[in-house]
């Protein structure tokens, strides 16, 4: 729609646009009369406006459709002072000037009055005659009463063209382009923030709303004034990617209602500790926020920093991830929280709040809350918190004033994840999770399995005595050894109070082996060089009375050839070389986990078309985890044939474990340069780390307590 006001008008049209011309003209008393309208002109030059002068001085106009015949004409008379001004197709520039009194109005139609006669409605209409430009129009644009679109094409005019606008039609949703025209719910606008440091931008419909690369306030502030008021959704990061502010934070203050309710996923990150309450996200008057984001404050300042203040407003976490590693995770001044779902995790090493009230009201109806020194704190006493427990999980220590609903302690789901990381020298450091809290094992120079039992936890890999690695176990962080030479500890299995251990050592040769309470048993293998110092690891499994190890020998052509063991004898699996990786028995199946395939009593089957690194066995059921993709690798497991990929990034699938009919796979993925390690519940995934120079995961262990 072209625009104009009263005064001297000058239209100018670039190549390849022609004007259409309508118009009414009405004679209330005059005596003049309006040359009638040519329908025909005999003149082929060009398409486009052609002007033509009568002999009786007045003007007429013609726009061409390229077939020899004027679309429309008109003529004008006796008006005064109007300028217009039109380019050809030719590149010719035609323009003249009237005597007229013009005005604009909103609908973009012009009036021309001079004495008796009015010219009425003349209306300019763009016509695209295959010039240079051709418009393309995005996503719809929209106010709260009008829908419309703009040009998206590169070349367009400054401002970019619009199409015509429309009013919206329909309720509670306009029929045209969507927007909520009130009388029922519509999908609220959702907006993505991406960017880091000092330059974000925010994108909406695909397209940058407000000042591409700015501060990330203005960011923030830049889609209050596009909601409107209206419920939003705000994505931090691209999905994948969290989103690094600094040190800056995210404020939400509704002071003046000009938010509506305000949904928070994606990822966020913050280093934000100049206080205790200094925090990545602060919510404050009558803001109201529901999150499902990993929202992470990473201050290393003792005492200080927190991932979300709650200052005066309302929030509801159902899911995703909180987590501080200063002062709390969540502190409550005087505001409202809930917790439904997902994690709440402090890791500071001293002095450290997963949820702090000061002062407002606190409810937990689920989730996870824990943190290595006080999981909740009613810290002045004048708030209150209540926690439903069952369904909700608490580890670590709680004080001040709490109402516990139902046994404060129940039934609740704990996650051991064991793997290792690099520290910032590259160093590997074993260690394993608890419900997201990390737990380092310094001694390790190696971490293959864990187990738990009760409150007893088990991990199974080597350390290192100066010459060479040592099978060892930990037990609650204490140190126990299964040999004094070279030897490596691989899986574990605790069965009533007895504990099997399955690995190898060496003696002139690598021996398979496993160890039943401390002590080593021998498997036979019939070659010189049979062992499992070749596989990445053994595997055992324990059914009544009869032991089952996965592991390796070398036949006769020297080549590794996978096998299991079942009370100490040997079955071969074909074809050679093959390797293995793990076993599990559901009733008289016996499946052993290769390289990138499965067999089950015997018989072999490709799975995989990257790597299978862990199998468990539940019922008739199997299942196996492992990567898909050969360049572009994403996490994967399977349920029997059925494949569901976990991940649409870089991903691996490591270990897997089913309780209670959930399915448990423990990998990581890559966000950026940086590996994050989580886990997914039944295609859920759960963050355990911001991210690490890189690492892997060796197992999984859930108990149900």
Not at 146 to 156: E, R
Not at 521 to 545: E, H, K, M, Q, Y
Request: glycine letters at 12%; proline letters at 2%.
């Amino acid at each position: 729609m072209l625009k104009g006001k009263t005064g001297i008008v000058c239209l100018s049209l670039i190549v390849g646009i022609a004007i259409i011309f309508a118009f009414t003209a009405c004679d209330d008393s005059s005596t003049d009369t309006p040359v009638s309208v040519q329908t025909a002109l005999s003149d082929s030059r060009f398409n486009g406006v052609f002007k033509n002068t009568l002999a009786n001085g007045m003007y007429s106009i013609w726009e061409f459709d390229g077939t020899n015949k004027a679309v429309y004409s008109f003529t004008l008379l006796g008006l005064t002072t109007m300028e217009m001004e039109i380019k050809l197709e030719n590149g010719h520039l035609w323009s003249r000037k009237w005597n007229a009194d013009v005005s604009w109005d909103d609908e973009g139609a012009y009036s021309f009055v001079s004495g008796n006669l009015i010219l009425n409605e003349l209306t300019f209409y763009k016509q695209d005659n295959g010039g240079t430009h051709t418009h393309s129009f995005g996503n719809w644009q929209t106010n709260a009463t009008q829908h419309w679109k703009v040009c998206t094409s590169s070349g367009c005019t400054t401002p970019p063209a619009e199409s015509e606008r429309g009013n919206h039609t329909g309720t509670p949703n306009c029929t045209v382009c969507g927007y909520n025209t009130g009388g029922g719910d519509f999908p609220p606008d959702t907006y993505v923030i991406i960017g880091s440091g000092t330059d974000f931008t925010v994108i909406k419909n695909g397209a940058t709303i407000g000042t591409a690369n700015q501060g990330f306030f203005d960011a923030i502030d830049t889609i209050q004034t596009n909601a409107e008021g209206n419920d939003c959704t705000i994505q931090f990061g691209d999905g994948e990617n969290a989103l690094d502010i600094g040190n800056g934070y995210a404020s939400f203050n509704n002071f003046d209602n000009t938010w509506g309710i305000i949904t928070l996923t994606g990822k966020i990150t913050s280093s934000n500790g100049l206080t205790a309450t200094s925090s990545t996200i602060t919510i404050s008057t009558n803001a109201n926020v529901i999150s499902t984001a990993y929202i992470a404050n990473t201050s290393t300042s003792a005492g200080n920093g927190s991932a979300v203040y709650v200052n005066t407003g309302t929030i509801t976490v159902n899911g995703g991830t909180v987590s501080g590693t200063g002062a709390y995770a969540i502190v409550n001044n005087a505001g409202t929280l809930t917790i439904n779902d997902g994690m709440i995790i402090n890791s500071s090493i001293s002095t450290g709040i997963a949820v702090g009230n000061m002062g407002g009201v606190i409810t937990i109806n689920g989730g996870t809350v824990s943190s290595t020194d006080r999981a909740v704190v009613n810290i002045t006493g004048t708030g209150t918190i209540t926690i439903y427990d069952p369904p909700a999980v608490i580890i670590g220590e709680t004080s001040g004033t709490i109402n516990w609903v139902g046994n404060g302690g129940g039934t609740s789901t704990n996650v051991y994840v064991a793997g290792y990381y690099y520290d910032d020298s590259f160093v590997n450091i074993y260690c394993y999770w608890k419900n997201g809290l990390k737990t380092d094992i310094p001694e390790a120079s190696q971490v293959f399995d864990i187990a738990v039992v009760g409150s007893d936890v088990y991990v199974v890999g080597s350390f290192y005595n100066g010459t060479d690695e040592v099978a060892c176990y930990w037990k609650n962080g204490v140190k126990i050894d299964l040999s004094s030479f070279r030897s490596r500890a691989e899986s574990i299995l605790v069965v009533g109070s007895d504990i099997y251990i399955a690995g190898w050592y060496r003696d002139s040769k690598d021996v398979v082996c496993y160890w039943k309470n401390g002590e080593k048993i021998d498997l036979p293998n019939g070659t010189a060089n049979a062992g499992a110092s070749g596989s990445p690891r053994s595997g055992i499994a324990v059914v009544g009375s009869d032991v089952y190890v996965s592991g390796i020998f070398t036949n006769d052509a020297h080549q590794y050839t996978a096998c299991y063991w079942k009370n100490g004898e040997r079955i071969d699996l074909e074809p050679s070389p093959s390797v293995s990786y793990g076993i599990a028995i559901s009733g008289s199946d016996v499946y052993v986990l290769g390289q990138n395939a499965y067999w089950k009593n015997g018989e072999r089957t490709i799975t995989m078309d990257h790597s299978a690194n862990s199998i468990a066995a539940v019922g008739p059921d199997f299942y196996i985890a492992g990567t898909s993709g050969s360049l572009d690798r994403r996490a994967t497991y399977l349920k029997n044939e059925t494949r569901t990929v976990l991940s649409t990034v870089y991903s691996q699938a490591e270990a897997i474990t089913v309780i209670s009919g959930d399915i448990y796979v423990a990998g990581s993925y890559r966000d950026n340069d940086n590996t994050i390690f989580c886990y997914w519940k039944n295609g859920i995934k759960t963050d355990l780390s911001i991210g690490y120079l890189g690492g892997s995961i060796r197992a999984i262990a859930v108990t149900v307590e």
